[in-house]
């Protein structure tokens, strides 16, 4: 008799919860900050309320993983990680998305209509106020370069940047920035010589820069940094002159969703005007679309910044990123460019972060 | 009886239609190869461009190929159709030194691509790919084996070229086809003019014109044109003939009649009875001429319009020929002649036709004989019997008749050359009128004896026809 009323309570405990997720489910995976993400998340449900949202915010390898899980395949995939994500819609991974927002969406921020840019977030330097009371804060790339070389012993351990073995994003941000020059190198070598900080995701960069472990960071998603210097008046956020690379969130619908009518209103949501009015008013994601209006707009940010913007190409190229052999390349080189500076003295102060490098978690 | 049936302009229709259709379904089903050709041929040089983009960033490294996957390569296999790529670069064991699919090659594929390029069409996961594999011969100082290159994409965009190359060649069919069926429409127009200025030309006629056309036809209604033509010149022989008949007719009745006139006039002025009777034996005379040769003209009127009356019978050609010789040979007229029959045959000979004209015909065979041969003269009838035809004959030892004017001796009106006598010229007309009814034929010719003999060739019954 006990074993039967455990079972029915065990019956009646499975089923509630099935019974209010069966209502209509959304299952998303996405590298973006629920933080940050929260006032678009909650006018997409105040827009579809009958869509039970279950946004789960992971790390941009993990999305990755999940994408090719066969047992339970997400609806929604979004990660800043361009290539990866161009990666998984070249082997199949996502579905057509066929709608009047699909459409009208920007050539240059999409791919077979299937995979979307939604959001466009420049690339950074950050600094602590410390920093300028003894150089003048860097503007361009360039003067980071002078800045490592000359006071490389004021700076070390002073700066830091993502590692681009453990962060897809930071893997393609250097990858990119090497595309553009080969100083590129010397920047890399000066940044090693100084014993920089190699760091998996821009949130740990900022905190480290608020704590004062750091004085300067380069290559933070402009969006976090943004946010973040609002709240810590010590954080000073610089998009470079030269160049700023931009980084475009890519969301997906996966082939295998569960719940494809859920995805679609999702990504319609993301791509349509209101979505994109929330992105651009609400979130320091800056609005792709030159139709809404707000603090954070890709034309906002022309405005501002000028005509210095590169956004990552998102097309088949990004694909020779996630090459494997090519990775391994660059990853020998980036480590080769790493230590040269620092190889006369082997001795001292080898920097913890570069052990990381080689062990640091593929793909 | 003129039956519609249909019109030129649809019938022309038609055949264009169907050969339109036909040739259409072989041009369009032509047109839809060559654009796939002409996409394939498009987008697999992109694949080239793009394995040649790879081969040039192989290098050894340590007796290991080792490659850096060229972005442009990348885009260039994407095409501005952005298809799913597929790249892959084995070593010469089939090891993968780079690559993003788990697309498999096949050892038979790697053995054809090391003799030479290949294309391939290849369904992957549900999707058709085209593949292209090549060897390179690349040299490194440890080792010197060759690598194979692999790359594919997918094929939305030859899909969209051959589509977009087809419906071209469509809409160019279909203008085709419309300006065709314009210009035919034109074209029929001016081809059939021709036959609507002749109905016009028609149409304008008056009722008694029966000049020949004067018109310009082309060559394939020429011989209509001709065919009413001649339509018109015997129509106009026709009506020729019937007024030089009326206008000879006229006059022959005019003479006696004159006569007539003057004999009663001159008894009229005279008081002596002996002229009176004179005059009437002269009159009564001259009215049985002028009444023979009327009804001779009513029996010619007779033969020519009544067609009519097909009232044929089976004849035997001995008695009506006996029956006719013994009649005429009773007759006045024919007491100064010989009137006698040839040796016939024994037993009846059939011919079909009409009695009275085979009496009228024979009739005027000897009244013509008794006219134009001096007294004495001696006329036989005969029969004689050939394999296909019954003969009838009949000769004198008159005169003759000279060849130039026995051509036209069955003329009316004709004389023979001879102004001497009292006859009307009308008898042999009426003979070959007779003939002709019965589809017989006559044949004039000079006797043995040197008078004339006209022989008259009937078709014969059969003896089942005449059972």
Redesign the interface.
């Known amino acids: 008799m006990p074993i039967r009323r455990v079972a029915l309570v065990w019956f009646l405990g499975a089923l509630i919860p099935c019974l209010a997720w069966a209502d209509n489910p959304l299952v998303v995976e996405a590298a973006l900050d629920r933080e940050v993400a929260a006032p678009l998340l909650d006018a997409f449900e105040e827009a579809h309320p009958h869509i039970q949202l279950n946004f789960r915010d992971r790390s941009t390898l993990e999305v990755d993983a999940r994408v090719a899980d066969e047992e339970s395949p997400p609806d929604v995939v979004i990660s800043s990680a361009m290539p990866w994500q161009m990666?998984r819609?070249?082997?199949?991974y996502a579905q057509r998305l066929e709608s009047p927002e699909a459409r009208a969406w920007p050539e240059w921020a999409k791919?077979?209509d299937e995979v979307f840019g939604f959001t466009f977030e420049p690339i950074v330097m950050a600094y602590r106020l410390d920093l300028s009371r003894y150089v003048m804060p860097p503007k361009t790339h360039a003067d980071l370069h002078t800045l490592l070389t000359q006071h490389r012993e004021t700076l070390r351990d002073k700066v830091t940047t993502y590692s681009p073995s453990r962060s897809g994003v930071g893997y393609t941000l250097f990858q990119q920035d090497a595309?553009y020059t080969t100083r590129f190198w010397d920047l890399v070598a000066a940044m090693g010589a100084t014993d920089t900080n190699l760091e998996a995701n821009t949130r740990s960069m900022l905190e480290g820069l608020s704590e004062g472990r750091y004085w300067l960071g380069y290559n933070l998603l402009g969006s976090y940094a943004m946010v973040w210097a609002q709240s810590h008046p010590e954080v000073f956020v610089q998009v470079p002159q030269d160049y700023s690379l931009v980084m475009m969130r890519m969301a997906f619908i996966h082939r295998d969703a569960p719940h494809p009518g859920a995805a679609r209103a999702f990504l319609d949501f993301l791509l349509g005007r209101e979505g994109q009015r929330v992105i651009a008013g609400e979130t320091p994601l800056f609005s792709v679309r030159s139709d809404v209006m707000g603090p954070y707009t890709a034309q906002r940010l022309r405005d501002q910044v000028g005509e210095r913007l590169y956004p990552i190409p998102l097309?088949?190229?990004?694909?020779?990123f996630?090459?494997?052999?090519?990775r391994a390349?660059f990853m020998e080189r980036w480590q080769r460019e790493f230590q040269r500076l620092s190889q006369p003295e082997p001795s001292q102060g080898e920097p913890s972060a570069e052990s990381h490098i080689d062990k640091g978690p593929q793909r | 009886m003129i039956e519609v049936e249909g019109t030129l302009k649809s019938r022309l229709a038609i055949w264009l239609l169907a050969t339109v259709s036909a040739l259409g379904v072989l041009l369009l089903a032509e047109a839809y190869f060559s654009s796939q050709r002409a996409a394939e041929r498009a987008y697999d040089s992109q694949l080239e461009a793009a394995a040649l983009t790879i081969a040039e960033a192989v290098q050894w490294e340590a007796g290991q190929p080792v490659v850096e996957i060229p972005s442009a390569a990348l885009q260039i296999l994407a095409t501005r159709h952005q298809e799913r790529v597929f790249y892959a670069v084995l070593d010469a064991d089939g090891q993968t030194v780079s690559g993003n699919l788990d697309l498999d090659i096949a050892p038979e594929w790697r053995r054809r691509a090391s003799s030479q390029p290949i294309w391939l069409n290849d369904a992957y996961h549900g999707t058709q790919w085209r593949l292209y594999g090549r060897e390179l011969d690349s040299a490194g100082w440890e080792t010197q084996d060759p690598v194979q290159i692999w790359v594919g994409h997918t094929m939305t965009g030859r899909e969209s070229l051959t589509e977009v190359l087809f419906e071209h060649a469509v809409t160019r069919f279909v203008i085709m086809v419309l300006l065709a069926g314009v210009l035919m429409l034109l074209a029929m127009r001016v081809a059939l003019a021709p036959l609507r200025r002749l109905r016009q030309q028609l149409r304008r006629r008056d009722a008694d014109d029966m000049q020949p056309l004067d018109t310009r036809v082309p060559e394939e209604m020429r011989e209509m044109a001709e065919t009413l033509d001649s339509l018109f010149t015997r129509q106009r022989q026709g009506r020729e003939a019937l007024l030089r008949f009326t206008a000879d007719a006229s006059h022959q009745l005019k003479t006696p009649l004159a006569g007539l006139q003057t004999t009663s006039e001159l008894a009229l002025k005279s008081d002596s009875p002996d002229a009176w009777r004179q005059a009437l034996v002269e009159v009564h005379g001259s009215a049985e001429r002028t009444s023979r040769l009327a009804s001779q003209l009513l029996s010619m009127a007779r033969l020519r319009h009544a067609v009519e009356a097909n009232a044929t019978a089976r004849i035997d050609a001995l008695a009506l020929l006996h029956e006719t010789a013994f009649d005429w040979a009773q007759r006045d007229a024919a007491q100064a002649h010989d009137i006698g029959l040839a040796s016939l045959p024994a037993s009846p000979q059939y011919i079909q036709g009409e009695a009275w004209a085979l009496r009228e015909l024979l009739g005027n065979l000897i009244d013509n004989a008794l006219r134009y041969t001096p007294p004495g003269s001696v006329i036989t009838l005969g029969v004689v019997s050939h394999a296909q035809t019954l003969e009838l004959y009949i000769e004198d030892d008159g005169p003759g008749v000279s060849p130039e004017v026995m051509a036209h001796l069955h003329h009316p009106f004709e004389r023979g050359g001879r102004q001497d006598t009292e006859g009307s010229g009308l008898g042999l007309a009426i003979v070959d009128s007779i003939v002709r009814r019965h589809e017989a034929r006559m044949q004039v010719e000079s006797a043995e004896k040197g008078g004339l003999r006209v022989r008259l060739f009937f078709p014969y019954l059969t003896q089942h026809e005449q059972g």
């Open positions: 990666a819609v070249n082997e199949d791919w077979r595309r097309n088949a190229s990004l694909l020779a996630v090459d494997p052999s090519r390349a």
